[in-house]
């Protein structure tokens, strides 16, 4: 449950949405569902993250999601390849990821060197491995309502958004950003809620006022603080996907969300911190899509998540 924002700053009346606790409580779900299966039935979920090149970013998510991975008592299979990787190289490296028994989910890190079609590899993935949900088979199912492995960040929102509102039904639900990997997928998700659901993106017409429509407002753009106070209705649960890198009057680099958060908090009921809101979630889903990947491929039902 979202925790009061303490001390956070004049006129601030936002609940804060602790990712990072909510994250926690979801790995060690996982980590539940990974013992009864490895005690009842013998499986040990694998999932193999492949990263290409040397982008230190994605090399630090990467990182983590290996981690974690261990820490949640799956097999955590790391592969690293060089920038100079050809597509063909790559696409080997998935095909045998495809027919490993003791890899249930396969995640590519983007992006990929330019030589590198992405389209290809995504559809290279076996989609009862695919753990990102990017495969169109997947999109296709989540769109027509039928069990498929979805993308984690959205699947993180809605998590995160039903620990303020438990029922999403009949709520006007604004997503901000249409991409493949979050904004379209999260639509999806919402409507899946019974949500009213708005996709708005670049070229929306008065974009603040259908924000202002919103009782879930959910912000995925990559434009640093661009959602502002006078965009928020009062009440409404604000979600921060965005990642930018900006620097600070001391010239310090740090990283905020497309929110104005100060600002936000003031009118919002709830708002996700960048950082420590939605990032957490995402990483803690992709395990949780590892645990259901594996259950699928052996038949047994989509674990209680
Ligand atoms: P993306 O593929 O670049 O898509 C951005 C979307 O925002 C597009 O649909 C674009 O509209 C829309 N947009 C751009 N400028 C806009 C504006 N001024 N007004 C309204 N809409 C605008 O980005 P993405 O991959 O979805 O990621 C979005 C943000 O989330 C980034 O900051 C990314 O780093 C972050 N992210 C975070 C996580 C996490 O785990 N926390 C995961 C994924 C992404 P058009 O379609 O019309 O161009």
Redesign the pocket.
Known sequence: MPTELAGAGRGMTAKIIDGKAIAADLRGKVADVVHRLHRDRGIIPGLAVVLVGNNPASASYVGSKVRMTASSGMRSFDHRLPETTSEVELLTLISRLNADPTVHGILVQLPLPRQIDVQKVIMAIDPGKDVDGFHPLNAGRLSAGFPALVPC?PLGCVYLAKTVQPSLEGLEAVV????N???KPLAQLLLAENATVTL?????RD?PAVARRADVLIA????AE?VRRDWVKPGAIVLD????RVTGPGGKPHIVG?VAFAEVAEVADAITPVPGG??PM?IACLLANAVRAACGLAGLPAPAL
Do not use: E, K
């Open positions: 960040t901000i950003g249409r991409s990997i979050v904004g708005a993106h670049s070229r929306t974009l995925a753009v990559g434009q661009m996907v965005g990642i930018n497309d939605v990032g995402t």
